[in-house]
């Protein structure tokens, strides 16, 4: 049996957003890389999702610069139920379909994240979240 696949999704437009992201540094360091394969999706401040490196040490607070989520591929979540995963949209090889996601660990913060909205849309798209 293979790895299961989760998806931290993190960052948000909340007020938030940098605290998500610290959050996020910590689950992804907490799951155990021999049982867990982790796809980082973060959410920048304008509402964009990108897979990202979800490198677990630039999401952390340094001095007093909170960490932001800024670069990564496009992704998109279909709304279709049956696809169970995410799409990459890469302007240099068009739309890609990522493998099947088997859970998705929600760690956003305030708006959107902490009210119910995500995971309504996880519901709608058919994605297992935790």
Do not use: C
């Amino acid at each position: 049996m293979g790895k299961i696949r989760v998806a931290v999704v993190y960052g948000g437009r909340s007020s938030e957003h940098g605290i998500s992201v610290v959050s996020a540094g910590s689950v992804i360091s907490a799951l155990d890389p021999d049982r867990y394969e982790v796809v980082p999706i973060g959410i920048n401040r304008a509402g964009a999702w990108l897979l990202t490196s979800g490198d677990a040490a630039s999401m952390q607070i340094t001095g007093r610069t909170v960490p932001a989520v800024s670069e990564g591929t496009a992704v998109v979540l279909p709304a279709d139920p049956t696809a169970k995963g995410l799409v990459t949209v890469e302007p240099r090889s068009g739309v890609q379909a990522l493998e099947t996601v088997d859970v998705v660990f929600p760690v956003l913060h305030g708006r959107f994240g902490e009210d119910g909205t995500i995971q309504g849309l996880f519901e709608m798209a058919g994605v297992p979240y935790v």
